[in-house]
């Protein structure tokens, strides 16, 4: 799909386009925004592993990129409970404004269009800007220990960008799939929208008393 054909679907729902068609290419639209994060990232983190697993350390940096891995489970869920549901009001100052102009839309309107294909995922340089400083920073470390932590990170939010993806737009019978679905999709709920910050993993929300309620669980559990 050529990239005009792409940006140009309806961002939109319209009552003369079926919802059918609508989610195929939301889809579509999304897909096209994750390619150059997935491209980018996934050839960085093959680069540095290639390198650490040549060094006589390929067991320390298997687990440097495991805790990287785990490190992104704590940061998905921050950054989506204090950030993407932040609220940074207009005001006075350079930085409010920033916080107001960059920071506010990025998840409310995925919450209103939960099917947008323009809000479901980030894009490359989303965190661009963060990477650049944090890879050179990374590299004043051997190469099996900082440089390959920060691969498990950014491969974990590839990973973790895709899943969102496929909870909104895929249909898998795979039962634990299903229940990732069912607890997210109550996430976009007006009941759920202040708890289940959680992805990849639930852990977190156990851990900052952020679950839904046991009756919702036990619910959303049952296949």
Not at 62 to 85: K, Q
Request: glycine share 6%; hydrophobic share 45%.
């Amino acid at each position: 799909m050529s990239e005009h054909a792409v940006i140009s679907l309806p961002l939109q729902r319209t009552a003369e386009v079926p919802f059918a068609t609508y989610k195929r290419r939301q889809a579509a639209l999304a897909r096209y925004r994750l390619y150059p994060l997935t491209g980018f990232y996934c050839v960085y983190a093959v680069f540095v592993l290639a390198i650490a697993f040549s060094t006589a350390h390929p067991w320390t940096a298997v687990a440097f990129f495991s805790a990287g891995c785990v490190a992104w489970t704590l940061v998905e869920y921050l950054f989506h409970r204090y950030v993407l549901h932040g609220r940074f009001p207009p005001g006075k100052g350079l930085i409010r404004r920033f916080l107001h102009e960059r920071l506010d839309p990025l998840h409310w309107d995925h919450h209103m269009r939960p099917f947008d294909g323009k809000h479901i995922s980030g894009e490359l340089k989303d965190i661009l800007p963060l990477f650049f400083v944090a890879a050179p920073v990374s590299f004043l470390f051997p190469v099996y220990t900082a440089p390959v932590l920060l691969a498990g990170v950014v491969q974990s939010y590839v990973s973790e960008e895709w899943l969102h993806y496929a909870l909104h737009f895929s249909n898998s019978r795979f039962p634990l799939f299903r229940r990732m679905k069912k607890y997210h999709l109550y996430h976009h709920s007006p009941r759920g929208i202040d708890k289940g910050y959680g992805i990849t993993t639930r852990f977190w929300d156990g851990v900052f008393d952020t679950r839904f309620p046991e009756a919702v669980r036990r619910s959303l559990s049952k296949n």
